[in-house]
């Protein structure tokens, strides 16, 4: 599986961005999906997840201001963020997990940089 994330830039704080992750699969219903960040120097996190049912999960620092959604006709998984602060700035991966092989993919990241 490949994963193509797009959607980051430069925003100012306060302001919002769409992530989007394009899954190259047949069926991107077998997967959980997440979206990791790293910021400079620092460990890669978990932000939001989603499952094949559509449960989600977020990170304390994000909730209330980030969803992540899917689309698994259209392959795709969204990351909407709002009231981004400049805390928010990383580089952003989307994940996917095959429920059934438990083999995990990673996208090539999308840098979000949130900025006056």
């Known amino acids: 599986v490949q994963l193509q994330a797009s959607g980051g830039g430069l925003v100012q704080p306060g302001g919002s961005l769409r992530l989007s992750c394009a899954a190259s699969?047949?069926?991107?219903?077998?997967?959980?999906m997440g979206w990791y960040r790293q910021a400079a120097g620092e460990r890669r996190e978990l932000v939001a997840s989603?499952?094949?049912?559509?449960?989600?999960t977020y990170a304390d620092s994000v909730k209330g201001r980030f969803t992540i959604s899917r689309d698994n006709a259209e392959k795709l998984v969204y990351l909407q963020m709002n009231n981004l602060k400049p805390v928010d700035t990383a580089v952003y991966y989307c994940?996917?997990?095959?429920?059934?092989?438990?083999?995990?993919?990673w996208g090539q990241g999308t840098l979000v940089t949130v900025s006056s």
């Open positions: 699969t047949r069926t991107l219903s077998i997967y959980v």
């Open positions: 994940n996917s997990v095959n429920l059934v092989s438990k083999q995990e993919y």
């Open positions: 989603i499952s094949t049912r559509g449960s989600t």
